[in-house]
């Protein structure tokens, strides 16, 4: 779990301190009676233009100049193929799912699975991580005129606001809403062109 909390930190740093024009997203959003969910997609690309390897500090930047430096931890195999002038490129993805469990009966808990996939000895740098939270809490309340429903999970209660009223006739005191977090990055790296 600690490899992959490392591999998503450098994923995410990347991605999220380059600027946007470095980058490439897309959100898709979809619903059906008693379901609702959002992904969010980003790609993005930048060039190493210096490795410190007793540090093992990658600096990368994006096509508009802007500079992030990194520090590839112990699970970044393969560390003495990155060069200068390549290409490193990180695709994450995000999404949500809440689905509502009519009539509940499932035990309120929050459950974690994680993976991480890293290059063999000999190949090219990369790597994938990827996790998924799943949290089931029961509905103790729902509330019309504030469009709220109040649901009671294993740590904490919280008060979700669902604008849809189709979606609110739905619920009822007793269901459960089961919300699903899943979150991806894998990180490539371009040798570059001669």
């Given at each position: 779990m600690r490899k992959m909390m490392s591999?998503?930190?450098?994923?995410?740093?990347?991605?999220?301190?380059?600027?946007?024009?470095?980058?490439?997203?897309?959100?898709?959003?979809?619903?059906?009676?008693?379901?609702?969910?959002?992904?969010?997609t980003i790609d993005v690309t930048a060039k190493i233009t210096a490795i410190n390897a007793g540090t093992r500090e990658i600096t990368l930047k994006g096509p508009q100049?802007?500079?992030?430096?990194?520090v590839a931890g112990p699970e970044v195999q393969n560390f003495k193929q990155l060069k200068v002038g390549n290409s490193v490129d990180v695709q994450y993805?995000?999404?949500?799912?809440?689905?509502?469990?009519k009539g509940g009966g499932k035990p309120v808990a929050r459950t974690e699975k994680a993976g991480v996939v890293r290059a063999k000895p000999?190949?090219?740098?990369?790597?994938?991580?990827?996790?998924?939270?799943?949290?089931?809490?029961?509905?103790?309340?729902v509330d019309a005129a504030t469009h709220t429903v109040t649901v009671r999970g294993p740590k904490r209660t919280v008060d979700l606001d669902v604008?849809?009223?189709?979606?609110?006739?739905?619920?009822?005191?007793?269901?459960?809403i089961e919300a699903t977090y899943t979150e991806a990055a894998a990180v490539s790296v371009t040798p570059a062109k001669k």
């Open positions: 591999f998503a930190a450098l994923a995410l740093a990347v991605a999220f301190t380059l600027p946007a024009t470095a980058q490439t997203q897309s959100v898709v959003a979809g619903k059906s009676p008693g379901m609702a969910g959002v992904a969010r100049g802007n500079e992030v430096t990194v993805v995000q999404a949500l799912v809440l689905e509502l469990k000999g190949e090219a740098p990369g790597a994938a991580a990827g996790r998924q939270i799943t949290v089931v809490g029961d509905v103790i309340n604008q849809d009223p189709e979606q609110l006739k739905l619920i009822a005191k007793g269901d459960q």
